[in-house]
């Protein structure tokens, strides 16, 4: 069954500290990824994707993400966390062949200062 | 450029009443979604369109009607409001193989 999972629910950090939220699809073609964010009472906002080529994608506000096949991983990086990070992201898998997407339950980030 | 817009922002029903959510987009997007957010379980896709004049079922339809008549609105209908439907609604659009782009959401409470 194609399922994404994100298994940590909730992540506190230290403001400039590092981050990695974690990410692990089962799909059965090659996917699209994607990881967006979502503040409170906001809609999703699209932080990066990944279709093809380079296995290290580039996003907005600083955050990066790691496509490994072998791992059927796409974590999400960012090297010091500011303040504004503090929200809810999501990871989602796609494919070519498909219209739709399947989202992971999500990973609550809280930054301290 | 507005992008995806959904109107109400909020709303509460009774139980049994019925209601229509409006999303709008203004990119010329083929696709438009439909979906559920409720704590700890993610976005479910309720219904989806693929252009004008179709619609699909997605992951959590009963309950939930839809239309797509013209290509930039996609409407959501609840014929019979049920407690259970309390539930943030979010509206999305995208273009062939491309990323879907997000409404900012309608709040729904069914009392």
């Known amino acids: 069954a194609q399922s994404v999972t994100q298994p940590d629910i909730h992540i506190t950090v230290s403001e400039g500290a590092s981050l990695e939220l974690r990410c692990n699809y089962s799909?059965?073609?090659?996917?699209?990824l994607f990881w967006y964010v979502q503040s409170p009472g906001q809609g999703l906002q699209l932080l990066l994707k990944?279709?093809?080529?380079?296995?290290l994608v580039q996003g907005i506000k600083g955050f990066e993400a790691e496509f490994k096949r072998s791992q059927s991983s796409f974590n999400l990086r960012k090297p010091s966390v500011h303040w504004s990070d503090a929200a809810e992201y999501f990871c989602?898998?796609?494919?070519?062949?498909?219209?739709?997407?399947?989202f992971g339950t999500g990973t609550r980030l809280q930054v301290f200062p | 450029n507005a992008g995806v817009t959904q109107t109400p922002k909020f709303r509460v029903l009774k139980t049994g009443q019925s209601m229509t959510l409006l999303c709008a987009q203004d990119m010329n997007h083929e696709y438009m979604y439909w979906y559920r957010q409720d704590p700890g379980m993610g976005l479910r896709l309720i219904h989806y369109s693929v252009g004008e004049g179709t619609t699909a079922k997605g992951e959590v339809p009963d309950g939930y009607n839809v239309s797509r008549l013209k290509k930039q609105n996609f409407l959501l209908g609840l014929e019979s409001a049920a407690p259970s439907q309390t539930s943030v609604y979010f509206c999305?659009?995208?273009?062939?193989?491309?990323?879907?782009?997000f409404g900012p959401g309608t709040r729904l409470t069914v009392t």
């Open positions: 989602a898998v796609g494919a070519r062949n498909t219209d739709k997407l399947i």
């Open positions: 990944y279709f093809s080529g380079d296995t």
């Open positions: 799909y059965g073609a090659t996917p699209y």
């Open positions: 999305a659009s995208k273009w062939g193989v491309s990323e879907q782009y």
